[in-house]
């Protein structure tokens, strides 16, 4: 079994600020992990994956997660946030053949 | 490349009424997946198909909930009677099977009110 924890629901931050969108899993097997935005009236897109090799993976619009395996973690950080980037972000963990996603955080960035 | 087509984009329908969804995956995408995703929540799987066959539907409600994929291409999901609980959005995905990880693409949606 695996299963996906965003324990925040809604991050307020300011614009230009950093923020992180905070993921814990668990499973039973190795995983792959992905986070996933999602804006207003529209399907879920991928924003970054890891799959193996390196521990941190960046997005091009400037999004990094980082897989932590000791913490089973994979928090999702951006330096410094735009308006654009005001969305939902789901956290999601694929064992064999199945994917679980996170209850969803919404990122609402105030001008 | 075309992306992920769904429609209706939304359907309002009172309860006990039927309502179908469409979706029509990505060319020469094998596997197929449709979600619930209620308000609030995660999309939460419905049912997997690989070309034409069933893969997983553990979570699909069969009393009412029903799906099929003629074909391996195209897919209908329907809600036969519809409750009041039935309402959220509806995501069809498909990937193209690579061994372990399948990277999905999803389409809009449809918005389901059941009222």
């Known amino acids: 079994a695996q299963s996906v924890t965003q324990l925040d629901s809604q991050v307020p931050v300011f614009e230009e600020a950093p923020v992180e969108l905070r993921c814990n899993y668990s499973s039973s097997v190795s995983v792959y992990l992905f986070w996933y935005v999602q804006y207003p009236n529209q399907g879920l897109q991928l924003l970054l994956k890891?799959?193996?090799?390196?521990?941190l993976v960046e997005s091009i619009n400037g999004f990094e997660a980082e897989f932590n395996k000791s913490q089973t973690s994979f928090h999702l950080r951006k330096p410094s946030v735009h308006i654009s980037d005001t969305a939902e972000y789901f956290c999601a963990v694929s064992g064999y053949q199945k994917v679980t996603f996170g209850t969803g955080t919404k990122l609402q960035v105030i001008p | 490349e075309a992306g992920v087509a769904q429609s209706p984009r939304y359907k309002i329908i009172e309860k006990r009424q039927s309502v179908a969804f469409w979706c029509n995956p990505i060319s020469g995408h094998a596997t197929l997946y449709w979600y619930q995703q209620i308000l609030g929540q995660g999309p939460k799987l419905l049912i997997q198909?690989?070309?034409?066959?069933?893969?997983?539907d553990s979570q699909l409600p069969k009393d009412r909930f029903s799906a099929e994929r003629l074909k391996g291409v195209d897919s209908t999901l329907k809600i036969q009677p519809a409750k009041l609980e039935d309402s959220a959005v509806y995501l069809c995905a498909s990937s193209h099977p690579s061994g372990r990880y399948n990277e999905q693409f999803f389409g809009p949606g449809t918005r389901l009110t059941v009222l």
């Open positions: 198909f690989q070309n034409n066959g069933v893969v997983d």
């Open positions: 890891y799959l193996s090799g390196s521990t």
